[in-house]
């Protein structure tokens, strides 16, 4: 359980909006996902903040190795 309150801490960022998309998706996802979403979850929030929110926030974003983690962490923001 250290390792969920380390990725809590990290799910707080500069914004509102990331720090609910984040924590949401680490309370109800995270332990459940498969190891290999797990680590991508983890290699997600070493991103600085601004990266966060042009992934998150810009629809014009490129694919990156992230889109399908990011695509899941938007659908359970809108449940």
Same mark, same amino acid.
């Given at each position: 359980?250290?390792?969920?309150?380390?990725?809590?801490? +990290?799910?707080?960022?500069?914004? +509102?909006? =990331?720090?609910? =998309?984040?924590?949401?998706?680490?309370? %109800?996802?995270?332990?459940?996902?498969?190891? *290999?979403? %797990?680590?991508? *979850?983890?290699?997600?929030?070493? =991103?600085?903040?601004?990266?966060?929110? %042009?992934? *998150?926030?810009?629809?014009? +974003?490129? %694919?990156?190795?992230?889109?399908? =983690?990011?695509?899941?962490?938007? +659908?359970?923001?809108?449940?």
């Amino acid at each position: 359980m250290k390792r969920v309150a380390k990725l809590t801490w +990290q799910c707080r960022r500069g914004t +509102q909006e =990331l720090d609910k =998309l984040l924590l949401r998706y680490l309370q %109800q996802c995270y332990l459940g996902a498969s190891l *290999f979403e %797990q680590q991508q *979850f983890e290699h997600l929030l070493d =991103l600085p903040d601004n990266q966060l929110l %042009q992934l *998150f926030f810009n629809p014009n +974003q490129e %694919q990156t190795e992230f889109a399908a =983690l990011i695509s899941n962490i938007r +659908q359970r923001s809108s449940v």
